[in-house]
């Protein structure tokens, strides 16, 4: 029993200590619950649909119109996809935070674990937690962070937007860019 004990204190001490690291850059690496087993299926087409269909399924539960598929916004979601897979790194991309920014949205999670589907999913359920206010006081948690993948999705200012998906040996790095950028501050998204 004592064994077990310092058996089960060890690993809640080593789960704390995980939950409180971040990764590279200080950008939180958030861990997403599976819905789906085994070996997720892969393809440009698969990930254009599931993102199209995940996009057009959130902005029409809000009365807004689907958002055009760009190719050049997508070809840049893929160069920047390749660098977070090369690099490890997760954080945003110097273009998403210059003048003329474009909007961004990223996600990673284990290397063939998600459905294109469950990663839409997860910006998705950040509606939860979303409230109809201007940016930055648009989430019940008082963490912007935790609606901006959401809020963006929604933005009614959006017209376009293009995503591509790159993996790493152990990771998938998911990169979503959208023109004209959601999100502004003192703003509602829609």
Not at 45 to 50: C, G, K, M, V
Not at 54 to 65: I, K, Q
Request: glycine share 10%; charged share 25%; with cysteine.
């Amino acid at each position: 029993m004592v064994r077990m004990r310092a058996r089960q204190n060890i690993l809640w001490a080593m789960l704390a200590l995980l939950a409180a690291c971040s990764s590279p850059e200080g950008a939180d690496r958030v861990v997403e619950a599976r819905t789906f087993k085994g070996t997720a299926p892969r393809g440009a087409t698969l990930l254009r649909q599931a993102m199209q269909q995940g996009h057009d399924a959130a902005r029409a539960e809000v009365g807004l119109p689907p958002l055009v598929w760009s190719d050049q916004l997508a070809g840049g979601a893929r160069a920047y996809a390749q660098t977070l897979a090369r690099t490890g790194r997760f954080e945003h991309s110097p273009e998403s935070q210059a003048a003329n920014r474009i909007g961004e949205n990223l996600w990673t999670g284990t290397r063939g674990a998600y459905r294109y589907e469950e990663m839409i999913g997860h910006w998705r359920g950040e509606k939860r937690d979303y409230l109809h206010q201007p940016v930055p006081n648009f989430s019940r948690t008082g963490r912007w962070q935790d609606v901006a993948h959401y809020g963006q999705l929604v933005s009614r200012r959006t017209l376009r937007f293009g995503c591509a998906l790159a993996s790493s040996k152990r990771d998938d790095y998911l990169v979503c860019r959208y023109d004209p950028p959601g999100n502004l501050v003192g703003v509602r998204v829609y």
